[in-house]
């Protein structure tokens, strides 16, 4: 045995060695006395005393280079062609295959939630002594340090999951249909200043992503835009008439649209899409929010949100204030990512459903 390994692991190999097994498997995930000073740093006592290498920063290459490769990313554990859980900790870039992407070996599960440390399968696997699935790890005899954990936990913490735009270089979230440009979110279609692309300034008007010099029927100049006040929520019936909050414009009218029964017509899209095993749902449901049938209702409505101060997940008939929909669409959001997290975001007309309920008042029926 060398002198290098820790003592609890020479401890380890004699009982084994009594039951008739070496320590093939344990030298595996162990690269030896060099790993063991970068990771563990001094030691206080002959049987360990751990004390972990100070000066760790909360971020993805400092913790891979101290933590992931010395403990996780060792022979026939997380490197090499064929990684243990199909994760890859020893080359560079360890955050792209870890921040907001499913568990292989975990249905439900999230490696890590940006932002949500307490939520992140990665520290469940590191914390628990009962993990979600599988075993605790790493998969040696002594657990993380308690300042390495604390180090991967202030790095999950500092995380915040960012939509990217149209417009490519912007960190603005817009929604569908709309572009980041220096000015904010823009409708390149109608937008005089931007149209067609950001900073292609019409001189008269833009119509359709081109600049006209008179708009084309059935539509208005409405500020050197050529919009159709029969659709336009901002310019309803008229230019300047911008409906309410989460109304639509038909027939140059605003209204929520028809009754969405949250009952019938909601409460199966929450079941299928978000109330699943290690999400919405439990004992310990992700972000507090139990989205099961018979909870999800009184989860939602009036109530604030955990990740967002501030905000409220579901304000009756104000869309524009309901967090829930920032969620759906990606657009606003405090932090983490757009949801339903498996599988990506709702079909559009299924946010509609939601956003017609909100509209029409939120109503529990």
């Known amino acids: 045995m060398q002198s290098g390994f ?38 206080d006592g002959e049987d360990g005393g751990i004390v972990a290498a100070s000066g760790c920063k909360p971020d993805i290459e400092t913790i891979r280079k101290t933590i992931f490769l010395p403990r996780c990313a060792t022979s026939g554990c ?7 859980g199909s994760l890859d900790l020893e080359s560079t870039g360890a955050d792209a295959r870890l ?22 399968y990665l520290m469940d696997k590191l914390v628990s002594a009962k993990p979600a699935c599988g075993e605790a790890m790493p998969g040696m005899a002594d657990s993380l340090a308690a ?15 960012t939509v990217t735009p149209a417009d490519s270089g912007s960190t603005v979230a817009c929604a569908p249909g709309s ?29 359709n992503g081109a600049c006209v010099t008179s ?9 050197n835009a050529c919009v159709d006040t029969a659709t336009s929520a901002v310019n309803c019936g008229a230019c300047g008439n911008k409906c309410p909050s989460g109304q639509i414009c038909s027939a140059s009218s605003c209204s929520c649209g028809a009754a969405v029964s949250f009952a019938s017509q909601l409460q ?39 990740a967002c101060s501030g905000r409220v997940r579901v304000v009756p008939s104000d869309v524009d204030r309901s967090y829930f929909m920032n969620k759906l669409t ?13 599988g990506g975001a709702l079909p559009a007309a299924q946010i509609d459903l939601f956003r017609t309920w909100i509209c029409n008042g939120a109503a529990n029926n």
């Open 268 to 306: 199966p899209i929450l079941t299928a899409e978000c109330a699943t095993t290690g999400c919405h749902t439990g004992n310990v449901p992700k972000a507090s929010l139990n989205l099961a049938s018979g909870k999800a209702y009184a989860a939602m409505v009036n109530v604030p949100s955990s």
């Open 78 to 84: 997380h490197a090499g062609a064929n990684p243990g």
């Open 215 to 223: 708009c084309p029927a059935p539509t208005t100049n409405c500020s």
């Open 330 to 342: 990606g657009v606003g959001m405090c932090a983490g990512s757009v949801m339903p997290k498996a």
């Open 179 to 207: 572009t980041s440009c220096s000015s904010g979110c823009v409708d390149t279609k109608v937008d005089p200043k931007n149209c067609g692309q950001c900073g292609t300034a019409c001189p008269v008007a833009c119509a």
């Open 6 to 43: 820790p003592a609890r692991l020479r401890s380890l190999h004699a009982l084994l060695v009594l039951g008739g097994v070496t320590m093939a498997s344990i030298a595996a995930c162990y690269t030896g006395p060099e790993v063991e000073q970068a990771y563990y740093g001094d030691r």
């Open 99 to 120: 921040v907001d992407l499913p568990a292989s070996e975990c249905g439900g599960q999230v490696l890590v939630e940006p932002g949500d440390p307490e939520h992140s």
């Open 147 to 161: 300042d390495d954990i604390a180090c991967i936990r202030a790095w999950i913490g500092s995380l915040s999951s």
